[in-house]
């Protein structure tokens, strides 16, 4: 009878024979596999990580189940090796494991295929989709990789930019961020920071060495990332600071009339490196430094020259010190500077003519330009033929004429014109 069973049972009860026959008779289910879950459904998983799930295979028929083979499709998955053919029997099951190892960033899917025999010699396949998402490892990438400062004078400072890039798929928190090595330093750097995915982060990396020498140290980035901590290797030499030179050591002004200027030069010279001058300061205001610009870089063996100017605000010696700053291993160079100064010198101008006849008196004009105009000196009439102008000023010209007035007030034209240089001082 294809596919059909005949069932009968006796029940006796308390002694007495009481024979019930029982019997049923229907369709007997085939063997039939299952798996579960499905489909597999990994998730996200970083790449070089695995993740492994069970799957459970089921006989839900009534007849035994051989499962002859499997096979797999989709790259990053794979199962264990089951002993195959492999036969279970009704309401039985067994287990699968199948792992996912993402290659790369991305969706990825597959399939596995059960071959299943049942006893009626029935060929089934049973087919379970796979699923998975792969991301990349939270990492941080530097960039570049080191910094190499070369060489830096001694006092001067040298900047280099580096960028931190979060390559994976979910967010890093950077904690901390530790040096090694004399003379390195960080800015820009915020902590605790936090870099979403494929985003940077750029800050400013700073040499300054303390001496001359080569200095190596490092910069390690402690984070939540995979690749924490990261080291960045720092490296630079430090060079022997140059020298400055101010040329005279010390001015001598001398004698100069108050409210009057002596201007003398002085040069500044490099020697064994690259100087750079940032600043200048004087500490007198009698004295004022013109005739170069700051900050100036002079190499090695350059000179600029400069200016000082004397001018005296009252009678009396005066002093002062001209102070360069610079990144010279002697810095500041400093000018020594004296003067005094001395009353300004008191000019007069004498004037003298020929009487005219009939005159009562005389008036004295003065002018700051040949031929006029003029204005009169005089306050009041003079009644000699002599005048003595002291209200001159120094390094100036003068122009003079006069004019006779009568007894009637009548006043003649301008006399021939005289021209006075008033020394300086």
Do not use: C
Request: aromatic fraction near 6%.
């Amino acid at each position: 009878m294809n596919g059909y069973r005949h069932l009968a049972n006796s029940l006796v009860i308390a002694g007495s024979l009481l024979l019930l026959t029982l019997s049923a008779s229907g369709r007997v289910v085939r063997g039939r596999l299952e798996a579960n879950p499905s489909p597999v459904a990994f998730g996200t998983t970083q790449t070089g990580a695995t993740e492994t799930l069970n799957v459970a295979l089921s006989n839900y028929g009534g007849t035994d189940v051989t499962i002859t083979r499997a096979t797999m499709t989709g790259a990053g998955f794979s199962m264990n090796d089951l002993a195959l053919p492999l036969t279970l029997q009704a309401g039985r099951a067994t287990s699968a494991t199948v792992t996912f190892a993402p290659t790369g960033s991305g969706n990825f899917s597959g399939t596995v295929s059960f071959y299943t025999v049942a006893e009626d010699q029935v060929t089934n396949k049973v087919v379970l989709t796979l699923g998975g998402y792969g991301v990349s490892p939270d990492a941080l990438n530097p960039n570049p990789s080191s910094l190499t400062f070369g060489s830096v004078q001694v006092g001067n400072s040298a900047n280099l930019s580096e960028s931190l890039t979060n390559t994976g798929g979910s967010t890093i928190t950077i904690s901390q961020a530790n040096l090694t090595g004399a003379g390195f330093s960080i800015s820009g750097l915020p902590l605790p920071l936090t870099l979403t995915a494929n985003e940077s982060v750029t800050f400013t990396a700073t040499f300054t060495p303390a001496s001359a020498g080569a200095v190596s140290g490092s910069l390690s980035v402690v984070s939540n990332a995979s690749n924490s901590p990261l080291t960045i290797p720092l490296s630079g030499t430090g060079t022997a600071a140059g020298q400055l030179a101010v040329s005279p050591t010390s001015l001598s002004f001398g004698n100069v009339a108050v409210g009057s200027s002596s201007p003398l030069n002085g040069s500044l010279n490099a020697s064994s490196a690259p100087v750079t001058i940032t600043s200048a300061s004087l500490n007198n205001a009698d004295f004022v430094l013109s005739g170069i610009s700051l900050p100036t870089t002079l190499a090695a063996g350059q000179s600029t020259s400069f200016t000082v100017t004397f001018t005296p605000q009252a009678s009396g010696a005066s002093s002062a010190s001209l102070a360069f700053s610079s990144n010279a291993a002697n810095s500041p160079a400093v000018q020594s500077m004296t003067g005094t100064g001395t009353a300004p010198a008191q000019h007069t101008v004498d004037l003298s003519w020929n009487a005219s006849a009939a005159a009562a008196g005389y008036n004295v004009y003065r002018g700051a330009v040949s031929g006029g105009p003029y204005s009169m000196i005089n306050s009041s009439l003079d009644g000699t033929t002599a005048y003595t102008d002291n209200t001159v000023v120094s390094g100036q010209t003068y122009y003079y004429v006069a004019t006779a007035v009568g007894a009637d007030q009548n006043e003649s034209g301008y006399s021939n014109e005289t021209q006075a240089v008033i020394p300086n001082p």
